[in-house]
């Protein structure tokens, strides 16, 4: 069975010469396409992709089709740039002895289609192991079928580190070894989140994630820290004043939030889960669940039926209702919003976990504009240095996802979309499908 699925990938790769995906030069005719650098639909267009490249966008009536290039009709359809999971965790390719056995290739495999097969893109992943960077360097170059991957390197917390010397080392060690950024959990004492900020900044490393509670999210804010997840960090702060109070303190908060380039990943889904406010038995019945490890899913069962954690909330509904405020109060006054859902924690399946997110995103104000823009566009600023991609451009990373309507009138057609492409690579509905239904059976045994 194992054999069958690392098998499988690979004929995806080299299927028959009708195969899009095998000629280097893909056009898309006809199409609508969603550029996402404003709000605008560009009626009839065709996109050329040379290589993981798109190399042109013109109207249909003013091109004459490369010789030879394998052509998608794209009439009355609509093209997006790919989306992006900005909060995300790929699994360790060298368990410990102390992991559980489902930790193996095809966990690590089947995580990373399933980003692909939802039309995600690109995954930030949020928490380093040891030789991923192997894994990173084997999936950004095509050898393994994944989305994009930038990585944070292993965790900065409280069991990791116990000097302020010591993290500035370590700062040095992740920026050397080649991640991306840094990641910041709980735990972390003032002096030693001082030490690895400045060492950063010294180093030229971006470092995100948590609000350690010792040092506060305006602390963390003030100090540079590129993103901020989950929202929790502001919810902690503003808790402290009364309901007037809080307003202007929130007003506060935001100010400083933009004054400073913060990012925001605020995987709203996630959070109602951990502080007991979501619906379990819905989530329960989750379609998806079946594309992932028995083990996994028993975990989320295990936490529904007994909801504790940390964050766990007296009051969950109005818990989650300061949440959705928070992420309107941002939203409206201009602050960067990325998209994330932080797959595979609780109930969010790699992928399909942020079309679980899009909803609470809405109910926390966003237009579908803003929502689609979270995860390209903004995705492509916040990663300018690396590469140029979240847009449909000239010279953009060819990421893109083809859909049967418009996704600004309705998101679902992200979600029920006819094919995905990724650095150029093209994976039509029915392969994706096929896939799926081969991770399925895997599982089911
Ligand atoms: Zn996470």
Not at 93 to 113: A, H, K
Not at 167 to 177: I, N, S, T
Request: hydrophobic share 35%; charged share 20%.
């Amino acid at each position: 069975m194992k054999k069958l699925i690392l098998l499988s990938i690979s004929l995806i790769l080299t299927a028959c010469s009708s195969d899009p995906s095998q000629d280097t030069i893909t056009v898309f005719t006809n199409v609508n396409v969603i550029p996402m650098d404003s709000e605008q639909v560009l009626m009839d267009q065709t996109v050329i992709i040379d290589g993981d490249r798109i190399v042109d966008l013109v109207p249909s009536d003013e091109i004459t089709l490369p010789p030879g290039a394998a052509i998608i009709d794209g009439s009355g359809k609509y093209l997006m740039p790919g989306l992006a999971e900005m909060h995300g965790h790929v699994p360790p390719t060298d368990p410990g002895p102390d992991t559980p056995d489902y930790f193996d290739d095809e966990y690590v495999e089947s995580t990373l289609f399933l980003y692909i097969s939802a039309g995600i893109t690109t995954v930030r992943g949020m928490l380093g192991y040891e030789n991923q960077l192997e894994l990173k360097d084997r999936v950004n170059s095509g050898e393994l079928v994944g989305p994009n991957l930038y990585l944070a390197g292993p965790s900065f917390n409280g069991n990791t580190i116990s000097s302020p010397e010591q993290a500035a080392e370590r700062v040095r060690e992740h920026k050397e070894e080649g991640w991306d950024l840094l990641k910041v959990h709980p735990g972390l004492s003032l002096e030693e989140y001082d030490a690895m900020a400045e060492t950063a900044h010294e180093v030229g490393i971006t470092f995100g994630g948590h609000v350690p509670e010792e040092v506060g999210v305006i602390h963390a804010i003030e100090s540079g820290q590129i993103t901020i997840d989950h929202v929790d960090g502001y919810v902690n702060y503003l808790q402290q004043f009364g309901n007037e109070e809080m307003e202007e303190k929130l007003a506060e908060v935001i100010q400083l939030t933009k004054e400073h380039n913060v990012w925001i990943v605020p995987t709203m889904a996630l959070w109602e889960t951990i502080i007991g406010a979501a619906d379990f038995e819905t989530m329960k019945q989750y379609d998806e669940l079946k594309y992932i490890p028995k083990a996994v899913k028993q975990n989320y069962f295990n936490f529904a039926d007994n909801p504790q954690s940390g964050y766990t909330s007296e009051n969950p509904q109005a818990h989650a209702e300061l949440r959705r405020q928070i992420l309107d109060e941002m939203n409206k006054a201009g602050v960067k919003i990325l998209m994330g859902t932080d797959a595979p924690q609780l109930f969010s399946v790699p992928g399909f976990s942020i079309h679980r997110e899009l909803p609470h995103m809405k109910a926390g104000g966003m237009s579908n504009y803003e929502i689609i823009k979270s995860g390209t566009k903004n995705v492509g600023e916040y990663f300018a240095q690396q590469d140029d991609f979240g847009t449909i451009a000239e010279g953009q990373r060819a990421d893109l996802i083809l859909l049967a309507g418009n996704p600004m009138e309705d998101l679902s057609h992200i979600q029920n979309h006819l094919g995905v492409m990724v650095q150029g690579k093209w994976y039509s509905r029915e392969m994706i499908d096929n896939k799926l239904k081969e991770i399925e059976a895997y599982y089911a045994e």
